[in-house]
């Protein structure tokens, strides 16, 4: 049977997506943290990155570091997701979340880089 996103069904919030946003993946049925809830906001990204891989949680966030492949090789993450919103509103943020959660039921994320915007998908 071919692992699917879907199999992998947890999430980290980073600090820059509105924490609101968990419930989102939580109705879903998927399990979802923030960096809130594990009092890592204003940690590294190094930090970050250790704690989603130690926990095996797909990274939600905005900080385009994390989109760099030389620095966070999506083969090396249980998944790492870049939401680029120019606007940066909450409602848009929200909406991009929406977005994901349905994207999550046909596209794989682990071992993946996905940049996420309001127009398209890209996958890595």
Aim: aromatic share 4%; net charge neutral; hydrophobic share 40%.
């Amino acid at each position: 049977m071919q692992s699917h996103a879907a199999d992998l069904s947890s999430f980290k919030l980073d600090e820059n997506v509105p924490p609101e946003g968990a419930a989102i993946f939580l109705s879903a049925g998927h399990d979802c943290h923030t960096v809130y809830d594990e009092r890592l906001a204003g940690a590294n990204d190094s930090v970050i990155a250790t704690t989603c891989n130690v926990e095996q949680r797909i990274l939600i966030t905005m900080d385009l570091d994390f989109s760099d492949v030389r620095r966070y090789p999506p083969k090396s993450h249980p998944g790492i997701i870049v939401l680029r919103a120019p606007k940066g509103t909450k409602h848009t943020i929200l909406r991009l979340l929406i977005r994901i959660s349905h994207l999550l039921q046909t596209q794989p994320v682990s071992g993946h880089l996905w940049i996420v915007d309001e127009s398209r998908v890209r996958i890595r």
